[in-house]
């Protein structure tokens, strides 16, 4: 069973010549407890596909095409406010940028308080805060009190990383979009991200959207996975199989790059 299917996805740019393809026709579906990966080079489109399934295209940026089932619902048409309840709660995303994800004039508690409410009004203040507490602990935030009343810049880039973690989980998503969740920090900070991550795998049914450049990290963490060059899909499968058998020449060099590096 699927809990998103992406049907000929099409992002564009208006461009001097005429259209940038940014996305181009690309279609996958997510099965239900499934983690996905979706790696490519830089400017590949992973980015923009992600940010069209939750209809955040920036301007001049548009969908020109496709339908994104969730459920049996439609995202692409769905009035935007049916859509705004799902956004950071049903479908959540770790955005790439984590710097940009967290407004840098209110503390990790204001953020995170304001991210239960905007889905879960009737919670009350000190539910509310409870829960953001819990989130906290369930991320490993060492001095969850410390990092509540801490302004971002406060922050080290790991310790940011599960806070933009524990705000996407907060509304209990059953789909999260992971961004690049560990492009941006040291090798070691990676490394105890990824293992976060494992483990809210392991224990939560969750179906995830993982974006990485890095074939070493969509293989560690993806069942299935697809490569995207160019704005278009140019394989996709078990990670098993690609791993061991790509059929595309750009999918080849790229695990070339990889095993050379290693
Ligand atoms: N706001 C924008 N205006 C114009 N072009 C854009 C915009 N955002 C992205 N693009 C272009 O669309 C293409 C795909 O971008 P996208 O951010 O999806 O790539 P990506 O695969 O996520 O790359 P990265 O690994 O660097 O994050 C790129 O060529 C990029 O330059
Ligand atoms: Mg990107």
Request: net charge neutral; proline share 5%; charged share 20%.
């Amino acid at each position: 069973m699927n809990i998103l299917r992406v049907e000929n996805l099409k992002t564009y740019f208006p461009a001097p010549d005429g259209v940038f393809k940014a996305v181009d026709d690309v279609s996958f579906a997510i099965n239900k407890g499934e983690v996905f990966g979706l790696v490519g080079e830089s400017g590949s489109g992973k980015t923009l596909t992600a940010l069209s399934i939750l209809r955040l295209v920036p301007p001049p940026g548009r969908i020109a095409g496709g339908k994104v089932f969730f459920g049996l619902n439609d995202l692409m048409k769905l009035g935007e406010e049916h859509f705004r309840p799902l956004r950071g709660s049903k479908i959540s995303m770790v955005f790439q940028e984590p710097s940009t994800a967290l407004n840098p004039v209110f503390t990790i508690g204001e953020q995170l308080l304001e991210a239960v409410i905007a889905h879960q009004q009737s919670l009350g203040r000190h539910k509310t805060r409870d829960l953001v507490m819990h989130y906290l602990d369930r991320v490993h935030i060492q001095d969850p009190a410390r990092v509540f009343g801490s302004y971002p810049h406060q922050l080290s880039g790991g310790t940011k990383q599960r806070v933009m973690i524990a705000m996407a989980l907060l509304n209990m998503p059953e789909l999260l979009i992971l961004d690049e969740p560990t492009t941006a920090l040291d090798v070691t900070i990676q490394a105890q991200i990824l293992d976060l991550l494992d483990e809210i795998i392991a224990k939560e049914m969750l179906s995830i959207l993982f974006i990485s450049h890095d074939f070493g990290v969509i293989g560690r963490m993806c069942e299935r996975l697809a490569v995207m060059y160019k704005g278009r899909i140019v394989e996709a499968g078990s990670a098993k199989e690609i791993f061991s058998d790509p059929k595309n020449s750009y999918t080849i060099s790229l695990l070339e790059s990889v095993r050379a590096l290693a």
